[in-house]
C-alpha cells in the first residue's frame, strides 16, 4: 500500500455528521505529544475525483493544524499521513407496520429496499523514524448528495480527530 508498510487509509465518502460511526485505535505505549510536525506520505494515492483530493488533504492538514502541528516542508516529519477515499453501494431497508382503526387485528408490513452509497473514512498516522502505524481513525455512513461532499468531509474529519491526541498512557505504580 505505501512504501513503509504502514497504510494511512482515509476511507471517505460523504458522510453526514449524524449518521457518521467512528472508531479509533492507537498505539498506548506512545507519547503523542512529542509530535510536532506532520507530512504526507509519499506513497499516498490520490482519491479518483481530483476535486476530493484537494478537499480531503485540505480537510485533514487544518484538522491537524488546529491540534497545534505544522506541516513539515522539509526533513523528516515527526509522523506522516495517507488516506484512501472509497464509495460502495450498499442497501438500505426500511420497515414499518400498521393496521386499520376499523380491524386493528389486521396489521400488515411494508418494506423499502433501497440502493444507497455507504463511505467510508479511515486516516492513519504513522511515525516519521520508525514508519509504525501509531494511531487509526475510521469514520463510516451513509454518503449524501453531491453538493455536501466539502461539508460531509469536513465533519468526517471534525469528528475523526476530536479524539486526537489519544489520553496519555497511565503509569502504573509499583
Known amino acids: 500500500m505505501n512504501p513503509f508498510g504502514a497504510g494511512l487509509v482515509l476511507l471517505l465518502a460523504a458522510v453526514p455528521a449524524t449518521t457518521q460511526e467512528v472508531k479509533l485505535d492507537y498505539s498506548h505505549e506512545v507519547d503523542f505529544s512529542r509530535y510536532k510536525t506532520f507530512a504526507w506520505s509519499p506513497g499516498q494515492d490520490p482519491a479518483k475525483n481530483p476535486a476530493n483530493h484537494i478537499r480531503i488533504t485540505r480537510s485533514v492538514e487544518r484538522g491537524f493544524v488546529g491540534k497545534g502541528l505544522t506541516k513539515s516542508t522539509d526533513g523528516v516529519p515527526d509522523f506522516y499521513l495517507m488516506y484512501h477515499a472509497r464509495v460502495d453501494d450498499s442497501v438500505k431497508v426500511t420497515s414499518k407496520s ?77
Not at 129 to 136: E, F, G, L, N, S
Not at 157 to 174: F, M
Open 98 to 174: 400498521g393496521g386499520s382503526y376499523w380491524e386493528p387485528s389486521n396489521l400488515r408490513t411494508t418494506v423499502d429496499i433501497g440502493k444507497v452509497k455507504q463511505g467510508t473514512l479511515i486516516v492513519e498516522v504513522y511515525d516519521g523514524q520508525t514508519k509504525d502505524v501509531i494511531w487509526r481513525g475510521i469514520a463510516s455512513g451513509l454518503a449524501v448528495r453531491p453538493d455536501r461532499v466539502e461539508e460531509d468531509i469536513d465533519a468526517a474529519v471534525k469528528k475523526l480527530l476530536e479524539s486526537y491526541p489519544p489520553p496519555p498512557a497511565k503509569e502504573e505504580k509499583p
